[in-house]
């Protein structure tokens, strides 16, 4: 098998991947804030995640899978200013800051059955490790990089020679480019939170005892902590999106280096931003696109899947409803294809294989591993039986639920067989008027004919 190699944020290069436990990948992902509805461009991180993770275990790896959710500490500024997200949400809906997050919760985990995502092997929540992420400020504190004012206990950026590594820029540079601190006590511009106190007069849904007074954990805090209980100290692959790395990725090193002395993570991973229309997408665009919203216009949710799989995770995905629509079309007429198909064999096509593999294994190249499927499915010179069987092991890492229709032969009533018969007969008398009106008959029953040089094809309509 072709060696496996990965683009590493940190090193900004591509590397052979090689897990420090053989046989064993230690996989974090940073999960979504669960104070509103993930958006597309939200689920295509947790896609690449996805691909990822399936990709290792083609490989032979045994992947050890940890997620967050962030339920509790993520500020509306994405810094240290502003309400708490979870608070917010709770006063948008009338309802607790608890039962935002566990509504959001579920609704998120909905969304990633539905695209076909692997669940994590431990789902865990920043709320339900108070004591773990305290327990880490502790250290932090003991080993001389924090400081506390008036609002909270604070990070000391200027204390790690190092910070800065994931994002390239030195200190001196990202203080340069750092927007003017509203808070004028901190240190630095880029020096952030690990325990913010509780506003004075007022409680919080969700605040804690904690060494320096009541209040809760700031963002990054989180993810080092519960990566480090899950993961151990120093383990293989970080990911998220580009939008992490300057700041949330950045301060996660810079907590786990200062608590403990040791990189949290040896490959740190990362997936483009989504557009829409060539554009940025927000809700005051009016162009921020939920899954449920593209459901209700009729689109399987696995097209956006094979969308995604399109354009490598490195670079920006431009999302279009006419692309959305052509990908859901080419799904659905390989599903159909697959349905005059041999069910699988003993052996399948090892050369188309191999050569899947080695597209997948350059840095994830999907778009180059549907080429090879698209291949395969055209090769008339194998038998459909092999074919079969290579396509369910492409599918294994693909996710596209190919074998819903794979060697199943649509169920056609006689109803409609009558109907097929008569608009064939009708062709043949080249009375296209009557043919046109059979057509749309068979469609009102929810399928489509296609004439095709072979004969007419009956497939389910849209």
């Known amino acids: 098998m072709s060696t496996l190699t990965l683009f590493n944020t940190l090193t900004r290069k591509k590397e052979p991947f090689e897990p420090i436990r053989q046989g064993h990948v230690g996989l974090y992902t940073c999960g979504p804030t669960v104070y509103w509805y993930a958006h597309i461009g939200n689920l295509r991180a947790y896609l690449f995640a996805d691909i990822l993770k399936r990709v290792l275990m083609a490989n032979g790896l045994d992947v050890d899978h940890v997620m967050n959710i962030t339920d509790v500490g993520h500020l509306v500024s994405d810094g240290d200013e502003g309400e708490d ?16 997050a566990a509504f959001y919760t579920e609704a998120f985990l909905r969304d990633t059955e539905r695209l076909g995502i692997l669940a994590p092997s431990k789902l865990v929540k920043a709320t339900d490790h108070i004591a773990e992420q305290i327990e880490m400020i502790q250290t932090l504190e003991k080993n001389g990089y924090t400081y506390r004012i008036d609002d909270g206990v ?9 910070y800065g590594e994931l994002s390239g820029q030195p200190l001196e540079e990202k203080e340069e480019g750092a927007r003017v601190a509203i808070n004028t006590q901190k240190r630095h511009a880029t020096d952030f939170a690990l325990w ?8 919080r849904q969700m605040e804690w005892e904690s060494p320096w007074g009541v209040g809760f954990p700031g963002w990054h805090i989180e993810c080092s902590a519960m990566s480090t209980k899950y993961l151990g100290h120093t383990f293989d692959i970080h990911t998220g999106g580009v939008d992490h790395i300057p700041v949330h990725h950045e301060n996660e090193i810079a907590q786990t280096k ?6 949290q993570a040896r490959v740190w991973m990362h997936s483009e931003f989504l557009t829409v229309d060539g554009g940025r997408m927000g809700k005051s665009l009016g162009n921020l696109y939920t899954l449920d919203d593209l459901a209700k216009k009729g689109f399987d949710p696995t097209s956006y899947r094979l969308l995604a799989h399109g354009t490598h995770y490195r670079h920006k995905l431009n999302f279009t409803f006419e692309s959305l629509l052509a990908a859901d079309a080419t799904l659905r007429r390989l599903r159909e294809t697959l349905r005059d198909w041999d069910a699988p064999g003993v052996a399948g096509c090892a050369g188309y294989e191999e050569e899947f593999m080695a597209a997948l294994n350059d840095d994830l190249n999907t778009p180059q591993a549907l080429s090879v499927l698209w291949k395969l499915v055209d090769d008339g010179t194998m038998p459909t039986r092999a074919r079969a069987r290579t396509l369910l092991k492409f599918d294994e890492v693909l996710g596209l639920h190919l074998s ?4 199943k032969p649509l169920e056609i009533s006689q ?9 064939d007969a009708s062709r043949a008398q080249k009375d296209w008027k009557e043919s046109d009106r059979l057509r749309e008959e068979i469609a009102s029953h929810g399928f489509d004919v296609v004439d095709t040089p072979t004969g007419t094809k009956v497939q389910k309509g849209d």
């Open 415 to 423: 109803a409609v067989q009558q109907l097929v018969q008569a608009r």
């Open 85 to 100: 997200k979870l608070e917010v949400g709770a006063k948008r809906e009338g309802k607790t800051a608890w039962e935002v």
């Open 196 to 203: 913010k106190f509780s506003p004075k007069g007022s409680t």
């Open 154 to 162: 604070y990070f000391d950026t200027a204390k790690l020679p190092s």
């Open 258 to 263: 200062g608590a403990y002395g040791v990189p």
């Open 404 to 407: 819903q229709t794979l060697g």
